[in-house]
């Protein structure tokens, strides 16, 4: 038996070293103008977003079926099932997905839209929000709200 261990060779040392590459971020963006749709998955389009395309509400269901999405950036204004709609549906299934509306020029926005026409920076910036929010609320609580808030005073 020791002539066994002898010839076992350890794992590698990547193996060990607690680094573990992230799969990239799954984001589909629903919107029926395919203009919004290449300009976000060529914004996102890099090693930390997989980005999906949908046209309309029905097809945004499809992917959704087919693919873990971890941010739906939804046009209110889709065919098929509206972006408000679309949402309410899909939020049962998959209550984790976090959703970002698009909302049209002049529109008021809400701290959940943002406001077309789109820049590259500001997108990825309220896209990597987003995500940092989820995060922060998987995390278990440690101390209850009220002290938390009693030790931000007292700083």
């Known amino acids: 038996m020791s002539r066994t261990l002898g010839r076992l060779r350890s794992p590698p040392a990547a193996v060990y070293s607690g680094s573990v590459a992230?799969?990239?971020?799954?984001?589909?963006?629903?919107?029926?103008?395919?203009?919004?749709?290449?300009?976000v998955k060529t914004a996102l389009g890099s090693s930390?977003?997989?980005?999906?395309?949908?046209?309309?509400?029905?097809?945004?269901?499809c992917v959704c079926?087919?693919?873990?999405?971890?941010?739906?950036?939804?046009?209110?204004?889709?065919?098929?099932?509206?972006?408000?709609?679309?949402?309410?549906?899909?939020?049962?299934?998959?209550p984790t997905m976090r959703v970002l509306y698009l909302a049209a020029p002049g529109a008021g926005t809400s701290e959940d839209a943002i406001s077309k026409p789109?820049?590259?920076?500001?997108?990825?910036?309220?896209?990597?929000?987003?995500?940092?929010?989820?995060?922060i609320r998987?995390?278990?609580a440690t101390e209850?709200?009220?002290?938390?808030?009693?030790r931000q005073k007292r700083a």
């Open 22 to 39: 992230m799969p990239p971020r799954t984001v589909l963006i629903a919107d029926p103008e395919p203009e919004v749709r290449s300009f």
């Open 65 to 94: 079926a087919c693919h873990p999405v971890d941010l739906l950036l939804i046009a209110t204004d889709l065919a098929g099932i509206d972006g408000t709609r679309l949402a309410e549906k899909l939020a049962h299934p998959f």
């Open 138 to 140: 998987k995390r278990p």
């Open 48 to 61: 930390e977003y997989r980005v999906f395309e949908a046209r309309g509400g029905l097809e945004a269901l």
């Open 144 to 150: 209850p709200a009220s002290s938390e808030a009693g």
């Open 118 to 135: 789109l820049g590259a920076e500001v997108l990825r910036e309220r896209i990597r929000q987003e995500f940092e929010l989820a995060t």
